[in-house]
């Protein structure tokens, strides 16, 4: 399956509204509606993420068709990084220490941010070295 780049980013823009949100107010429930997000991007794909629907629905529409796609399982995979660093501050903040939740929430912002910002994508760029590395170890 192929997604629209600027759908990624589109969803990394929202995700670093979200995380920062929950970040400056230490709000669990924020941080929960954002690991909710992650969790059915991981298990129904990134296009039919709410973040997906309301790109394809709303922004897309708008913008017409994009120049490229790419794969959609490296996104799929760096959304699933992005719920495993939500529920470790999800841990953090209702079960303490609460540092840990400041930090895991704390670097799950900074890579939606880098993805919004600068269309670098720390999630997929780890799911493709470990494509790479499978891949070198079985022609050894």
């Known amino acids: 399956m192929q997604v629209d780049p600027r759908g990624q980013r589109f969803a990394a823009a929202l995700t670093t509204l979200v995380l920062a949100t929950a970040l400056a107010t230490g709000n669990p429930w924020v941080l929960g509606f954002q690991a909710l997000v992650f969790a059915v991007a991981v298990a129904m794909g990134v296009r039919r993420s709410p973040y997906g629907l309301l790109f394809a629905f709303v922004v897309r529409p708008r913008l017409g068709p ?33 540092w840990l939740g400041i930090a895991a929430t704390a670097l799950a912002l900074f890579a939606a941010f880098l993805s919004a910002a600068f269309g670098y994508c720390a999630g997929c760029e780890t799911y493709l070295l470990g494509r790479r590395l499978l891949a070198s170890g079985r022609t050894a």
């Open 66 to 98: 994009a120049a490229s796609s790419e794969d959609a399982r490296p996104p799929r995979f760096a959304q699933g990084v992005g719920l495993a660093f939500a529920a470790l501050g999800l841990v953090g903040y209702l079960a303490g220490p609460e």
